[in-house]
């Protein structure tokens, strides 16, 4: 069992940038690939981006709606994984979620190990 711990939500206008963090209390193999999701009210939970943290990979994937505006990084020092988000739009509103998992995906079924969640609101 791991616990992870998000950091940084907030409020911004649209334009403005934003940077997530989590922290994971151990690594695991079973742990070794991190995501970050979002979820709105009444909607599905939407990947944003994956990496593998294990080993040198690095491997990223992101969702059609953040390419180019979001970036994912990671500090294995720190067991961190990081979400810079620029550009930030109205429909990027929603409490945003670090998991934790063995496969790298943005299907939320693939993680086993979820955040509480932190606040990201976009508006004027």
């Known amino acids: 069992e791991i616990s992870l711990v998000e950091s940084g939500g907030g409020s911004v206008q649209p334009g403005g940038s934003l940077r997530l963090s989590c922290v994971a209390s151990?690594?695991?193999?079973?742990?070794?690939?991190k995501a970050w999701f979002r979820q709105v009210a009444g909607k599905e939970r939407e990947g944003v981006a994956a990496?593998?943290?294990?080993?040198?990979?690095?491997?990223?994937y992101y969702g059609d709606s953040v390419k180019g505006r979001f970036s994912i990084s990671h500090d294995n020092d720190k067991n961190a994984v990081y979400l810079q988000m620029n550009d930030l739009k109205p429909e990027d509103t929603g409490v945003y979620y670090c998991a934790a998992g063995s496969i790298l995906s943005l299907l939320s079924h693939e993680y086993e190990f979820w955040g509480q969640g932190t606040q990201v609101t976009v508006s004027s």
């Open positions: 151990r690594y695991t193999y079973t742990s070794g690939v």
């Open positions: 990496v593998v943290t294990r080993g040198g990979d690095g491997t990223q």
